[in-house]
Structure formats: C-alpha cells, structure tokens
C-alpha cells in the first residue's frame, strides 16, 4: 500500500511542477505590458491538466474580480497603480474524468495549490458525454 502511494505521489509532483510553471509563465510573461489575454493562460492550464491520467478533455473558465481598481491616495508618489491584468477569484473546471471522485479530488488539490486558490472557489464538474447523441 505504501508502494502505491509513494508513486502516485512520484506522479502527481512532476505534473504539479508543470501546472505552476504553466502558470507562472502565463502570469509573468507579459514584456511589453500588452493586455492580458486570458484566452491563453486558459489554454495553457486547459492543456497542462489534461496531460494529468484519467483527466481526459478539460475546459477551464476563469471567473475575474471586477472590483480591482484602485483609488490613488493624495501622494505624489502613488506606485499602486492598476494592473491591467485581472484578478481571478474564481475557476470552473469541466473535465471528461471529472465523474470519478479520486480524479475530482486530484484536479482540485492542483488547482488550488497552482493558482493559490481556496478549494471553495475552484468547481469541478464531469463534462457531459457526446458519444450517442446527435
């Protein structure tokens, strides 16, 4: 038992380590100060969690925070101006694998560790399965 654990622990590191240097280059790797595309880090965290086993197709919705300006204070010398990059408060997360718990539970512990996220505001649901309709 213990065995099993160690790998999938071996497992899920490496694929963790992705998520966040997925993550990390998306947030900082904005050299010329353009707009932040969110359909890019969307994407890359679409196409990094779907590499994870039993994950399957993923869909990954980013809920911003839309109260993120800020007030200048009376000082000249205000360096808390607005960012042009959007607060994310919030993820839905539509997986294939989702319908498995363990698969479920896996998603949202990477998620939340990688966007630095509390658990309450990170869903996972299964994504509805197109197979016999028409």
């Known amino acids: 038992m213990e065995k099993k654990w160690t790998k999938q622990k071996l497992i899920f590191i490496p694929i ?3 998520v966040f240097i ?3 280059s998306v947030t900082f790797n904005d050299p010329k100060g353009e707009q932040y595309d969110t359909s890019t880090a969307e994407g890359k965290l679409e196409q990094t969690l779907s590499q994870i086993q039993g994950v399957g197709q993923v869909k990954v919705y980013f809920h911003y925070d839309e109260n993120t300006t800020k007030t200048s204070g009376d000082s000249l010398l205000d360096f808390s101006s607005t960012s042009k990059k959007p607060s994310v408060s919030g993820l839905l997360v539509v997986s294939e694998g989702a319908s ?3 698969i479920q539970q896996k998603l949202l512990e990477t998620i939340s560790r990688v966007m630095q996220m509390p ?3 990170i869903m996972i649901v299964p994504m509805e399965s197109k197979g016999d309709e028409q």
């Open 16 to 18: 963790a380590l992705i």
């Open 22 to 24: 997925a993550y990390i």
């Open 100 to 102: 498995d718990p363990s």
């Open 119 to 121: 658990t309450h505001r």
